[in-house]
């Protein structure tokens, strides 16, 4: 119930924020960053509490490795993000922008939605390992994805010629 009152709050503090003109760049970046912590320690929590209940090492291992992986994915979205400034025009095919466009603007809000809608469902009948798991192998394939992603956007859009500002000849 904790978990879900959290959500709540989360998904409305940015909505009251601007219904009182009180939203900011910090507090977009702060809720973000929230958001990134909740996401690699909810399976650390989740694993730890099943290892308290039966025992099992491996729910700690998989939960270990769930946040890592969850981690690895929102550090390569945010190397990519920064570099944002040095980005240059590119046309995709028709198919790619639309795949792109998928992944940066619903692909992490779909699994987010999809994550909490099973959650209860599993805990109801007493089986988060599999939930674990699930996070687990989900947040192996979304650092790769995005990783691939953002290498290949990155190879197109960002100026790979110019040298940075650190380059000594």
């Given amino acids: 119930i904790l978990i879900y009152l959290a959500l709540i709050i989360d ?3 940015g909505q009251v924020a601007r ?3 009180k939203a900011s760049y910090f507090g977009k970046f702060f809720d973000g960053w929230v958001d990134c912590i909740f ?11 099943l290892y308290k209940m039966n025992g099992d090492e491996s729910s700690i ?3 270990m490795l769930a946040g890592l992986m969850n981690a690895l994915y929102w550090i390569t979205l945010f ?13 995709f095919s028709k198919f790619l922008t639309y795949i792109f466009n998928y992944m940066d603007n619903r692909l992490l809000v779909d699994w987010f939605d999809l994550k909490y809608f099973i959650f ?3 805990f109801l009948f007493n089986i988060l390992d599999y939930f674990i798991i699930i996070l687990f192998i989900v947040n192996i394939l979304l650092f790769i994805i995005y990783t691939l992603q953002r290498l290949y956007k990155g190879y197109y859009l960002l ?6 500002v650190s380059f000594k000849p």
């Fill in 11 to 13: 998904c409305v503090d």
């Fill in 19 to 21: 219904v009182l003109d």
């Fill in 39 to 49: 996401e690699i320690t909810f399976p650390l929590i989740i694993s730890f509490s």
């Fill in 61 to 63: 291992i998989f939960g």
């Fill in 79 to 91: 190397r990519y993000s920064i570099n944002k400034p040095f980005i240059k025009e590119h046309n």
């Fill in 120 to 122: 209860p469902i599993l």
């Fill in 159 to 164: 100026n790979v010629y110019k040298k940075s």
